[in-house]
């Protein structure tokens, strides 16, 4: 038998973790791995079920612009298109101190921002991890945790040696950045439609969700108004064209995904008997996450894509969402590995439990399989070690990181499909348009944006690169503060809007 030589180091991963790893270089002596050939057959069937081809993204952008058509039409349709009451463009001179609460996927924040006109501003920030607990517990107490998190911080940033030095009886505008579905008549309400990325929180679907917090911030009886509800994407619309005029649409790829842009209220048809004035624009939150949802008509799912949705807290929910968000990636990519080991291709002799269980592998792991520079793939290896306790041969590691890549490369080409369908929607192809992007995965995940923008190519043409997405501006924090700026400038002028 020939013996395996082994070394050992550490690696620090870039989310600041040390992986211990250790290489071997004959490793596939030593147990029944599968040999190169095997995976690269495998690899095959698996890269041509990810593949999407430019026709058939050309066919799913039609039934995606159809969609929106669909929900600016008619009320309660699957793919939304909410109105949002944020009124046009900002001016770039806005001004003032504002504060900020976001509730997103993964983390709470509270910023305090300085908006100071120019294109500038300036943020102060705390941020809180969500725990599972407070995902699925009664909403009200959610809320109660966003009014006690704020609390802390404006005792800490509000104090008279603050940052903002609050005077009696002043009364902070805030704005409400929360991110999922809700329905709006007004900027500052907002009813529930339903939970996604995960959230369960109970008695909150079907309530007006401003209102709740409202009730929060009384009972800690909080120096603030709420001022506007916001959705990332509309803050992140809005923060984008603040420093960025020519941005015209905004992303999020993160936990979740979505799109915002801005639109004629006479296009709105759905809004036409509210006589609201149809020369002026209104911002879309268009919630695409649901794009073919129940239907699941235009969409290539896999099994595995149909695996993760059966099994998630809202089966047949936000179709398009599933097979792009970063909340899922990594589970899919552990459907593969998983079927492999039913298979009796991977992991043969070895106690495999660690991957067994659902959600384990973090979209992260993608994004740093595919980074990973080294020959011998050794960040791959630390990653099994480490996180799984399996060992993995070269081929093995190669076949991870092309699969992570076909799931990458899918989210990434998807995503220019939704963000084809609204610059066709409106026209924007041949002045072209800037895309304001934001989230974990446009962020972090290598070539994601160059992926979107070869995926832009492949639809339009030549003239499909005349469409950039860019790192957007904070919409959450900054986007959410212009926002309740510009609301309390149209009080200030009369132009509130109550229906
Ligand atoms: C939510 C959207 C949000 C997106 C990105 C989706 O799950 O429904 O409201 O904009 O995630 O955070």
Redesign the pocket.
């Known amino acids: 038998m020939v013996l395996s030589r082994r070394g050992s180091g550490s690696i620090t991963l870039p989310t600041g973790q040390t992986l211990a790893i250790h290489t071997r270089t004959h490793d596939e002596e030593d147990l029944p791995h599968a040999t190169k050939k095997t995976m690269a057959d495998h690899l095959r069937k698996y890269e041509s079920l990810f593949t999407l081809t430019p026709q058939r993204m050309r066919m799913i952008v039609e039934a995606f612009k159809e969609t929106l058509e669909i929900g600016l039409s008619q009320p309660d349709q699957i793919v939304p298109m909410i109105p949002t009451y944020v009124f046009g463009f900002p001016t770039g001179q806005e001004q003032g101190d504002y504060l900020a609460v976001d509730l997103?996927?993964t983390n709470l924040r509270v910023c305090l921002v300085s908006v100071q006109g120019d294109g500038k501003f300036e943020i102060t920030q705390s941020k809180y991890r969500l725990t599972e607990e407070q995902k699925q517990d009664e909403g009200q107490k959610l809320f109660d945790f966003c009014a006690e998190s704020l609390k802390i911080f404006i005792d800490t940033n509000l104090a008279t040696n603050g940052e903002h030095q609050l005077q009696p009886d002043e009364l902070l505008p805030l704005g409400f950045t929360?991110?999922?579905?809700?329905l709006q008549n007004k900027i500052d309400h907002g009813e529930l439609i339903?939970w996604?990325?995960g959230f369960g929180a109970t008695n909150t679907e079907g309530r007006d969700v401003a209102e709740m917090f409202r009730q929060s911030l009384k009972k800690y009886n909080l120096p603030v108004v709420l001022t506007a509800l916001i959705?990332?994407?509309t803050g992140t619309l809005i923060a984008s064209h603040y420093v960025n005029p020519k941005a015209k649409i905004a992303c999020?790829?993160?936990?979740?995904?979505?799109?915002?842009y801005m639109e004629h209220v006479a296009d709105i048809p759905k809004l036409k008997d509210l006589g609201i004035d149809g020369s002026v624009d209104m911002a879309i939150?268009c919630?695409w996450?649901?794009f073919d949802s129940f239907a699941h008509e235009h969409l290539p799912r896999t099994k595995f894509d149909i695996i993760v949705d059966e099994t998630s807290n809202k089966p047949g929910e936000?179709a398009f969402?599933k097979l792009i968000?970063g909340r899922y990636l990594g589970e899919i990519l552990r459907l593969v590995i998983c079927e492999l080991i039913d298979e009796g291709v991977l992991f043969l002799g070895q106690n495999t439990y660690k991957l067994e269980v659902p959600y384990v592998f973090d979209t992260a792991f993608l994004s740093l399989m595919e980074s990973d520079p080294t020959d011998e793939l050794l960040m791959i290896i630390g990653i099994f070690t480490h996180f799984f306790a399996v060992e993995t041969t070269l081929a093995e590691r190669q076949f991870f990181r092309a699969l992570a890549k076909s799931i990458g490369k899918r989210a990434a080409r998807l995503s220019a499909c939704g963000i084809a369908a609204i610059v066709s929607k409106m026209g924007y192809l041949d002045e072209g348009c800037q895309v304001g992007a934001d989230?974990s995965l446009y962020n972090k995940y290598p070539g994601f944006a160059d992926r979107i923008h070869e995926g832009l190519f492949d639809i339009f043409g030549e003239k499909g690169r005349n469409i950039v997405t860019h790192h957007a501006e904070d919409g959450s924090g900054v986007g959410s503060a212009i926002i309740a700026a510009m609301t309390k400038a149209r009080k200030e002028a009369g132009l509130y809007v109550e229906l």
Do not use: H, L, M, V
């Open positions: 997103g996927g929360f991110s999922y579905p809700c339903r996604t990325k959705n990332d994407t999020i790829f993160g936990t979740g995904c979505n799109a915002a939150n919630e996450g649901a936000q969402e968000s989230g």
